[in-house]
């Protein structure tokens, strides 16, 4: 059961070019949206957000779009760098299912490798 | 700045074995969850805890696996008759009510043989 897919396993892009990482949901009671940067042998790092009632944040090079209708989302990196080059993981929040419990779901995660 | 921090980095077990892997969350944060990572597949959630209960569980989470927060600091996963499939990477979260990104631990790579 996949509720949040990431339908690109990899993506390579030159240095200074725009990086676009996308995800698809299927559960409209998702109410907000994280992006997830991982280095081999570490934990998964927040990078940017976005709740469910807006349709764009953007934080430095860094910016998430979210298209609800669609039940889609992007993370666009630009300029990328070659510090970039990581797996990127899209999760989900909720749907809460008490008041107490924030658990996310995770997509498989798209490798990104930025070439110099 | 502050951290969830895990121990082990690496557990080896035999099959059948309990294990303890540990977590200390940080220090002002109210929710705790534990997630895990096979090999080449996604992250999945196992179970969340708050106010010294669990508030869900996944399927995967079933009566071998228990967890603890014993002492207000770290918060522990217990596997008490480990398998094969167990063998995976398993990492901590944390999270404050008001904020609403979780923080992840540098995980605990679990084997088992």
């Known amino acids: 059961d996949q509720q949040v897919k990431q339908n690109s396993p990899s993506l390579s892009v030159q240095e200074g070019r725009i990086s676009i990482l996308n995800c698809d949901y299927t559960n409209s009671m998702f109410d907000y949206f994280l992006w997830y940067k991982k280095y081999p042998a570490e934990g998964p790092t927040f990078l940017i957000s976005i709740s469910s009632i807006k349709d764009k944040n953007e934080d430095g090079r860094f910016t998430v779009f979210l298209n609800k209708s669609a039940k889609h989302l992007s993370l666009h990196i630009v300029p990328s760098q070659p510090g970039d080059s990581a797996v990127y993981f899209c999760?989900?929040?909720?749907?809460?299912?008490?008041?107490?419990?924030?658990?996310?779901?995770f997509g498989k995660g798209t490798l990104l490798t930025v070439n110099p | 700045e502050p951290e969830v921090t895990q121990t082990p980095s690496h557990q080896v077990t035999q099959m059948g074995q309990e294990v303890i892997l540990r977590c200390v969350p940080i220090s002002n944060h109210l929710y705790f969850y534990w997630y895990r990572q096979i090999l080449g597949q996604k992250v999945e959630f196992l179970v969340s805890f708050y106010n010294n209960e669990i508030s869900e569980k996944s399927e995967i989470f079933d009566d071998q696996f228990s967890v603890e927060r014993p002492d207000g600091s770290n918060f522990t996963l217990k596997i008490r008759s480990t398998k094969l499939e167990d063998s995976a990477m398993y990492f901590c979260?944390?999270?404050?009510?008001?904020?609403?990104?979780?923080?992840f631990g540098p995980g605990t790579r679990l084997t088992v043989l």
């Open positions: 979260a944390s999270i404050r009510r008001e904020y609403n990104e979780q923080f």
């Open positions: 999760a989900a929040r909720g749907p809460n299912s008490g008041g107490s419990n924030y658990k996310l779901t």
